[in-house]
């Protein structure tokens, strides 16, 4: 018998984390950006029998991102994320990032590729995430997923600086880590 869906909540906590990796070009290319964003929430329909069947749903708060860049200054971090608050994402403009999934399928080793459509800077575009999910455990489970993004599909203009000798890269790489807790119905 398949145990029936259930909703749980993603929200922000000690062990949960949405960050956004861009790499640098030009004469900083083996560095690379690390904006993590401290407010989000979502849910997800989800049966441990029917995987595939699940529904996702995410909500960022642009305004949120702080730069976790281990090479630059606590002065220079605030820079970057302000930059990227006020700049990069508008945040003032588009106060909402959003993932809505439309299909997971499971892939053939390990795992599940979720697809849907992401909403940043006032754009839609369908996106690709590998995930996994890991076991159950006193109603909570972890989902760790990745998904690749050119910023030009959004309409973001690469940031770079001293006539293009200093850059960042189009391509960008979301990573999740996040806990999803079961609501009682």
């Known amino acids: 018998m398949e145990a029936?869906?259930?909703?749980?909540?993603?929200?922000?906590?000690?062990?949960?984390?949405?960050?956004?990796?861009?790499?640098?070009?030009g004469l900083l290319r083996k560095r690379r950006h690390v904006l993590v964003f401290e407010r989000f929430d979502g849910q997800i329909h989800?049966?441990?029998?029917?995987p595939t069947g699940a529904y996702v749903q995410i909500t960022v708060d642009?305004?949120?991102?702080?730069?976790?860049d281990k090479w630059l200054?606590?002065?220079?971090?605030k820079h970057v994320a302000e930059f990227t608050r006020s700049q990069v994402l508008a945040a003032d403009r588009h106060?909402?990032?959003?993932?809505?999934?439309?299909?997971?399928t499971a892939k053939p080793l390990r795992g599940f590729v979720v697809e849907g459509t992401l909403s940043l800077c006032g754009?839609?575009?369908?996106?690709?995430?590998?995930?996994?999910?890991?076991?159950?455990s006193n109603g909570r489970f972890q989902i760790d997923a990745d998904a690749p993004v050119r910023l030009s599909d959004f309409g973001i203009k690469c940031p770079s600086a001293l006539l293009g000798l200093i850059g960042t890269r189009n391509e960008a790489m979301i990573h999740l880590l996040l806990w999803a807790s079961k609501i009682s119905p």
């Open 4 to 25: 029936p869906e259930a909703l749980y909540k993603i929200a922000p906590s000690y062990d949960s984390t949405i960050a956004v990796e861009v790499c640098k070009t």
């Open 73 to 77: 200054r606590l002065g220079k971090q």
């Open 95 to 104: 106060p909402e990032i959003r993932f809505v999934s439309s299909s997971i």
């Open 123 to 136: 754009a839609e575009h369908p996106v690709r995430a590998n995930l996994i999910l890991g076991p159950q």
């Open 46 to 50: 989800y049966s441990p029998d029917n």
């Open 62 to 68: 642009p305004g949120s991102v702080i730069c976790r």
